[in-house]
């Protein structure tokens, strides 16, 4: 595997990354891992046989993983050398994100904060996974996966700023509107504890006040009619809805739906995570051509997207019903993909 492009590794990620390390040893930017999360359930594949016209018979169950441990600890104990290894295989620049839910995401937050050092940590990213959560006879349905941030070193990492659609909400300031579509108007002005605090003010078309900006750059935007005059006489910008990219997305993840079953992504598989899930990490972590890791690669959504995104990528999935699927799914990409199987 020396010279790999992309690579699918079917085996036990352990094993994989001791044997392999010399090879992957900081080549990753980015290392994204959605492993069993101590939910205590047996996962399985979902798929429709059909009868002899064609019509969905009966709905079959393979078994693909198990989630059940001893304890907290056994658990821990199965993680601790899988995510130091992982953060050896890291660039100096690189990042890894562990997605994980309520079960057992406190306690790996404390073992990456040994790992990385505590102040590594970048996020806790809270993704609504689904708007329908089941009834709770105690305590409140649960919503929410979340995802743990880590740079291999903060005072490298940057992150990407990525943007997600307007929604409802996010219009709700752009109340203004002239031939050029609707507008927010934002403040040039010092406000607050900042405009008492002795700043400068200076005279600009009459009014005087401690202006956030040079007396050019105001006069450069109202040459483009974007400056906006109250009847006060005070000034803002105006900012176009049309201009912008969207709403910078923050740690809370609420516009991603899960893997819908009649879509077209959908695979059967119990487990899987959306695409647009992963294009957003992907996008806010990496550069075209980076390398991406995937060690619990379940389907694939990771190979598929980075496929997508121009990127590289590395899988590795213990289960054969899993791996199956990945190579469906990226048989239909056009891609040189290596395959190796270990046997244990
Ligand atoms: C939650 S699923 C990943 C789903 C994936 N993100 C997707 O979108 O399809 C976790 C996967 O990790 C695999 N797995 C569990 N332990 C493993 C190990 N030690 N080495 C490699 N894969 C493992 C399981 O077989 C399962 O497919």
Known sequence: MENWQNHLHHGECFKFMQERFEVLKGRFRLIYIDPPFLTGAKYSLKTRS????????????????????ESIEDYLSFMR????????????HGSLWVHLDWHISH??????????????????????????PKAQSRGFGAQHDV??????DSQLFQLKQVYRNHDVISKRPYSYEDKRGKFRLIEIEAQGIQRTENRKQYEWRGRTAPY???????????????IYRSRNGRYTKKQYLADTLGVPVSDLWFDIPPVQGGSLEYTGFL?????ALLERVIQSATDTGEIVGDFFAGTGTTAVVAQRLNRRWLLCEEAESAVEIIKQRIQNLDMTVEYASSSF
Request: aromatic share 14%.
């Open 271 to 275: 487990t899987q995570k959306p695409e």
């Open 212 to 226: 956030l900006y040079r007396r050019e750059t105001l006069d450069k935007w109202w040459d483009e009619d974007l």
């Open 50 to 69: 059909q009868d002899e016209v064609g019509i969905s018979a009966k709905v079959e169950d393979t078994p693909t993983y198990n989630d059940k441990w």
């Open 81 to 92: 050398p899988r995510l130091e290894l992982m953060r050896e295989l890291l660039t100096e």
């Open 147 to 152: 995802i743990l941030l880590y740079a291999f």
């Open 107 to 132: 306690y790996v937050k404390v073992l990456l904060d040994e790992i990385f050092g505590y102040t590594n940590f970048v996020n806790e990213i809270v993704w609504k996974r689904t708007n329908s």
